[in-house]
C-alpha cells in the first residue's frame, strides 16, 4: 500500500489529453512538501519529468505538466503520442514517515 | 552528465546479507549539492526509497523505516563510489535495486543506475 495514490491505470487516443492524479496527505503533499514525477518505460529506470510540482526538466515536452491543489497534485499530458506509453509515478517527502515515498504508479495506455 | 554503473551479485540466500555497490562519473561522491542514495522496485511494494548518504563537511546518512535495522549506505571515496548493504534479507527482499542521485534541497533523484534484480532464495 504505497503512501501516495494513483490510479493504477488511464488510457487516451493518439492526440487526447490525460490526466494522472496523485493523492497523499496532510504529512506529506498537504504540508506542502514538492510534488516530483517520473515516467518508467519498459525494462528501464525511471527518470524524471517533473520537479517542484511545476517545472519540465530541460527537454521534457511542453505537452507534459504537473499541478497541485490541497493534498493532491496531478499529472497532465496533453497531445498523446504513442511514446508515451509508459509507467508514471508520483513522488514527494513524508513528515510522519521521514521518509521519500512514492505513489504506486499509473500505466498509461495509448490506444 | 552524471552516470551510475551498478555491480553486485543477482541471488542472494536468505538470512545473508545484499551488498552492491555504485560506481559514479561525471560527478564526486564528496559533491556538497547531491546525495546518494539507494531505490527498489518490487511488485508488492512498488518504489521504495531505502536511504541515502552525503556530505557536507562531515558524513551523514538517512535511512528509511522500513529497512532501518538491517541497512548500511557508505562512501568510498578513493573509487568514487557508494555501496548498499542490506542484512538478513528475506524473500520479501527480492527487488529491482537502482543507485541514485538525489538534488538535494530539491528533493528528487535525477539520475539513476541500471537497475540490479536481485533474487533471494536458497
Known amino acids: 500500500q504505497s503512501v501516495l495514490t494513483q490510479p493504477p491505470s488511464v488510457s487516451g487516443a493518439p492526440g487526447q489529453r490525460v490526466t494522472i492524479s496523485c493523492t497523499g496527505s496532510?504529512?506529506?503533499?498537504?504540508?506542502?512538501?514538492?510534488v516530483h514525477w517520473y515516467q518508467q518505460l519498459p525494462g528501464a529506470a525511471p527518470k524524471v519529468l517533473i520537479y517542484?510540482?511545476?517545472n519540465r526538466l530541460s527537454g521534457v515536452p511542453d505537452r507534459f505538466s504537473g499541478s497541485r491543489s490541497g493534498t493532491s497534485a496531478s499529472l497532465a499530458i496533453t497531445g498523446l503520442q504513442a511514446e508515451d506509453e509508459a509507467d508514471y509515478y508520483c513522488?514527494?517527502?513524508?513528515?510522519?514517515?521521514?521518509?521519500?515515498?512514492f505513489g504506486g504508479g499509473t500505466k498509461l495506455t495509448v490506444l | 552528465q552524471v552516470q551510475l554503473q551498478q555491480s553486485g551479485p543477482g541471488l542472494v540466500k536468505p538470512s545473508q546479507t545484499l551488498s552492491l555497490t555504485c560506481t559514479i562519473s561525471?560527478?564526486?561522491?564528496?559533491?556538497?549539492?547531491?546525495?546518494w542514495t539507494w531505490i527498489r522496485q518490487s511488485p508488492s511494494r512498488g518504489l521504495e526509497w531505502l536511504g541515502r548518504?552525503?556530505?557536507?563537511?562531515?558524513?551523514?546518512?538517512n535511512y528509511g523505516v522500513s529497512v532501518k535495522s538491517r541497512i548500511t549506505i557508505k562512501a568510498d571515496t578513493s573509487k568514487n563510489q557508494f555501496s548498499l548493504d542490506l542484512i538478513s534479507v528475506t524473500p520479501e527482499d527480492t527487488a529491482v535495486y537502482y543507485c541514485?542521485?538525489?538534488?538535494?534541497?530539491?528533493?528528487?533523484?535525477?539520475?539513476w543506475g541500471q537497475g540490479t534484480l536481485v533474487t533471494v532464495s536458497s
Open positions: 541514485g542521485r538525489e538534488v538535494t534541497d530539491a528533493y528528487y533523484f535525477d539520475s
Open positions: 561525471g560527478d564526486s561522491v564528496s559533491s556538497n549539492s547531491a546525495a
Open positions: 548518504t552525503y556530505y557536507r563537511s562531515e558524513w551523514y546518512d
Open positions: 496532510s504529512s506529506n503533499i498537504g504540508a506542502n512538501y514538492d
Open positions: 517542484g510540482d511545476t
Open positions: 513522488q514527494s517527502y513524508d513528515n510522519s514517515l521521514t521518509d521519500w515515498v
